[in-house]
């Protein structure tokens, strides 16, 4: 799976929006970009993916780039609730690669009033 | 919502006891994935598995880790004999091809 990379950390206001980058350079045509974030203590909880399209749901925005090299998730209202480590992965989803996620580092959002 | 499941919550045991983890994966959900997280080394992959089928183990120490699944519903992660170093939150997940749900995890210290 190809590797990614994100800023180890980032601030964001409360009620402002949150966008946090993620480079994947070396993604291939196969790959989707999947996000995860785990709240302190507890397990990684699933957010978002994508495969070239942008998209959306009720927690976020995935904006992937042309190129598909680079993406951004995006948390539109941030609330200290999201205070937490964000993932962002790139992975094969076919039955051959088991759908294992490979996390890195990710990055820690910390939300302020 | 339909939930992972574990147990325990948190175990402390002395060093060379063993040491068992359930999971009660998703109902329906075929494929169960097991990590561990720790400070140091952070979310690792150790195995997992397809329609109760070890399909790639190879995250794991073999010489004192074995993981089984009996039946759909339940997910063993055992450890024997422990160490200090096996400190860390187990974490297991379950999905069905698409994105995995991950339990509360287990807090492992070992003494």
């Known amino acids: 799976d190809a590797k990614t990379t994100q800023p180890p950390s980032m601030d964001c206001a409360e009620g402002r929006a949150a966008n946090l980058p993620c480079n994947h350079s070396?993604?291939?045509?196969?790959?989707?970009v999947y996000w995860y974030r785990q709240i302190h203590s507890q397990g990684p909880q699933y957010i978002i993916h994508g495969l070239k399209n942008n998209e959306t749901n009720e927690m976020a925005s995935l904006i992937i780039t042309e190129d598909r090299k680079s993406s951004t998730l995006i948390l539109p209202h941030a609330t200290l609730r999201d205070t937490a480590v964000y993932y962002c992965?790139?992975?094969?989803?076919?039955?051959?690669?088991?759908?294992?996620?490979?996390f890195g580092k990710g990055t820690s959002l910390l939300v302020t009033p | 919502d339909a939930r992972v499941t574990q147990t325990p919550r948190h175990k402390v045991t002395e060093m060379g006891q063993e040491v068992t983890m359930r999971c009660q994966p998703i109902?329906?959900?075929?494929?169960v994935f097991w990590y561990r997280q720790t400070m140091m080394q952070g979310l690792e992959l150790l195995a997992y598995f397809r329609n109760r089928a070890p399909l790639d183990d190879s995250g794991m120490p073999k010489d004192r880790f074995s993981a089984e699944m009996p039946d759909a519903t339940l997910a063993t992660l055992k450890i024997q004999p422990s160490e200090p170093r096996d400190s860390a939150v187990y974490f297991c997940?379950?999905?069905?091809?698409?994105?995995?749900?991950f339990g509360s995890g287990t807090r492992l210290t070992v003494v």
């Open positions: 070396t993604i291939s045509g196969n790959e989707y």
């Open positions: 992965i790139v992975r094969v989803a076919n039955s051959n690669s088991g759908y294992a996620l490979n």
């Open positions: 997940a379950s999905g069905l091809g698409g994105p995995s749900t």
């Open positions: 109902l329906g959900h075929n494929t």
